[in-house]
């Protein structure tokens, strides 16, 4: 199995998210790694960026899906996340990490999956 892989790390998402309603009425900035598991090896890219995903496309999807409606948990948009990126861009795998910075005295929390094709 290859392990090519993109990271794009600590992407800002602008979201109205949380549980209460007053929360969601806020936008947040969200922080995500996204880590797309690349389906050939990058030595059969032929230096051709057609071959290759666009982290630029990738980083810009994830900021439209972010905003576009309210949700509760961050774990729905990991989720939403990570299946975007499988249907839309062709990762074999994609692992997303997404932080919120919402407890007193805690940096952040953060959700964590792995999916596959």
């Given at each position: 199995?290859?392990?090519?892989?993109?990271?794009?790390?600590?992407?800002?998402?602008?979201v109205h998210i949380g549980v209460p309603e007053e929360e969601r009425a806020t936008l947040q900035t969200l922080q995500a790694d996204v880590i797309l598991e690349m389906p050939i090896r990058f030595e059969d890219l032929q230096d051709d960026l057609a071959s290759t995903i666009d982290y630029?496309?990738?980083?810009?999807?994830?900021?439209?899906l972010a905003s576009e409606r309210p949700r509760k948990l961050i774990e729905t948009l990991a989720a939403e996340m990570a299946q975007c990126v499988l249907t839309e861009f062709g990762a074999q795998r994609v692992h997303i990490e997404l932080r919120k910075r919402i407890l007193p005295g805690v940096d952040h929390v953060a959700v964590r999956l792995l999916r596959s094709r």
């Open positions: 199995m290859n392990h090519d892989e993109i990271r794009i790390i600590g992407v800002d998402l602008a630029d496309a990738v980083t810009k999807r994830m900021r439209k």
